[in-house]
């Protein structure tokens, strides 16, 4: 199973906060597809820095589809309970730790709270059936999955989330992934040096 944690890639989150938030606060709906979420850190640390930054009106309008493989079957009721152990939240700001988590049980354990665990609904799905779950997305995240495939599937990967984005919409993957050749025509980088791309109509 594929062990993860809150807040594993801060860089990433301020550069979504930065570049990817202010184009979303005008629109109604705001589709956003995390592909491999694992257990859920990812979405929800995503959804987090959505509602720090947001405020709770337009936040309201944020729904992730929360999508992975999960070969044990066990992540939608991990993400649907949102309760992690401390190993996956101690590195989270004291402060956001104190808003979004109550602690629970007496094994120690944190519960997400409900308005975080709202914005995420998971679903499994295989990306290399090439099908979009999320048509109209604003934001596709998709970190440390690519590498797995081959150089072909990684492509027609990235084209189905070409497909899914809406005109200006944003794909996020993690640093050390390239852009494969034949996408790079129909996304540009947001910033030198990281991997923010985005869709090029
Ligand atoms: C290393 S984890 C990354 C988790 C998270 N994105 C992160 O960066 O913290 C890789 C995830 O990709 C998922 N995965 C692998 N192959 C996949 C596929 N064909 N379709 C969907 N998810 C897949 C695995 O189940 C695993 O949860």
Redesign the pocket.
Known sequence: ??F??FF??MQTLDMIRDYVIPEMRSRRYIHIW??????G??PYSLAIVLRENMGPMIFRNVQIAA?????SNL?GKIIEDGIYQWDQVGRIPKEIMNTYFTPTGPTGEYRIIDEIRRSVKYQQ????SFESVQKDAMLI?????LL??TEQERAKVVKMYYDSLVDGGFFVT?QTQKMPKEMEKLFEPVVANARVYRKVS
């Not at 995390?34 to 257990?39: E, F, L, P, R, Y």
């Not at 999508?67 to 070969?71: C, H, L, N």
């Not at 799905?125 to 290399?128: A, D, E, G, K, V």
């Open positions: 199973m594929a993860t944690y594993r890639d995390d592909a491999g979420c694992a257990m850190p990812e999508t992975d493989i999960d070969g992540f799905h295989n990306l290399l995240v998709c970190k440390n999955v797995h495939f993690e």
